[in-house]
């Protein structure tokens, strides 16, 4: 087990009693590994004895009134508007009200036909000022795992969630997958079976990952149209 | 339940779906700083409060789905990061805002509330380590927020998330190694 590895571990407060006595053995030999928790312990408390914000004063109570009115609850009221509208009546026509509401109907329409053609322009327009999507770059990942049944890939690109980026196998033992990336540095690895947790062999630059392992480094540099 | 003894959050969704509105202002109330905490850490304070009302809202929509089973803190959580997810989604290009004056309005109020311990370092480190977690990418903010701001163990943060532990563990050592990087140089300013 790397010492990376040993001291998130005991971040995490997960060290087992054999693990103890080697960190404490490491800590004792190195001295930037002191360093190394003590920076990450000050970070930690840090965290934990940030401000909690205050609650607003009325919080809880805005929250009730807006869940939970005292007053009949909307869908009463609009039964009881429903019903208002429904309800037989008599209407009483003379010729000069039936062309007032003719005419009332005839601008109705034409305000809303002038009103929909101004909405159109304006979706034309605010469509036109659209931001460009940001330019990326297709890379292609490839591992050979000969006996894996599930390869996956986890890293920057996906916030380490290999369920996001699985590969396909070729036929020779391979496995690989084309990612569509903006330019950018990214860390990864490959996850075989669900479980193991290993380094692109094939990659040009290699970083400890602090659990023991190494993530690969990917340098995507601004697109040229080919594939890396 | 003991007779005199402050109902658990089980009792009070149940008041709460029987319509009583007491019983669901002491669920607010009891849970509301921590909705709060995390939508301030995920968010800053400009939309903070506005999203841990709409997870409350959400909550009592969904109260009837509730699983008795779980906690209900777990199931807020889900509801609040949900919330910060979206509203994540729905600023400009996606960008994070890195207002200065959320960090800052904290970091005084930390002042204001300890005043006995007033300690120049601890004050900066928190206006910087606010600053600094805000900066993070979102998938990291969220898991370092719930793991080490609300102090959540990996098992809940996984429920929360919908994440597998080896997955949240990378996010919060990379959130980790991301601020110790940024809070370097005030290392170096002590030394």
Known sequence: MTHEHLVQRFVDQELSAEERIQFVVALGRDESLRERVVELERLVLGASRLARPRVPQGFAVNVVNETMPSVPPVAAKRNRLLDRLWAPRAFHWNQAGAAAVACLLLLAVGAGVVQALRWRTASVVASSGERAAPAVVLVRLVVVQPGARVVQAAGDFNGWNPSQTPLEPTADGAWTVTLPLEPGRYEYQFVVDGEQWIGDPFAAEQSDDGFGSRNAVLDVRPPSGDVL | ?191
């Open chain 2, 1 to 191: 339940m003991i007779p005199g003894a402050a109902p658990d959050d089980a009792s009070l969704v149940r008041a709460s779906l029987a319509g009583d509105r007491e019983a669901f202002a002491v669920l607010v109330s009891r849970h509301a700083q921590s909705v709060l905490s995390v939508t301030t850490r995920m968010l800053g304070t400009a939309d903070a409060e506005d999203v841990a009302q709409e997870t409350f809202v959400s909550a009592y929509k969904a109260l009837a789905g509730f699983q008795f089973t779980a906690k209900f803190s777990t199931w807020l959580y889900r509801i609040a990061v949900n919330k910060c997810h979206d509203a994540l989604r729905t600023r400009r290009g996606g960008m994070v805002s890195l207002d200065s004056e959320d960090g800052e309005e904290l970091a005084w109020k930390a002042l204001e509330d300890d005043a006995p311990r007033r300690d120049l370092d601890r004050i900066e480190l928190a206006w910087e380590l606010d600053r600094s977690i805000q900066a993070l990418p979102p998938l990291y903010r969220e898991s370092f927020v719930l793991k080490h701001v609300e102090g959540l163990g990996y098992d809940e943060m996984s429920e929360i998330l919908g994440i597998n532990r080896d997955t949240l563990k990378m996010r919060v050592y990379k959130a980790r190694t991301l601020l110790c990087r940024s809070l370097a140089h005030l290392e170096g300013a002590r030394r």
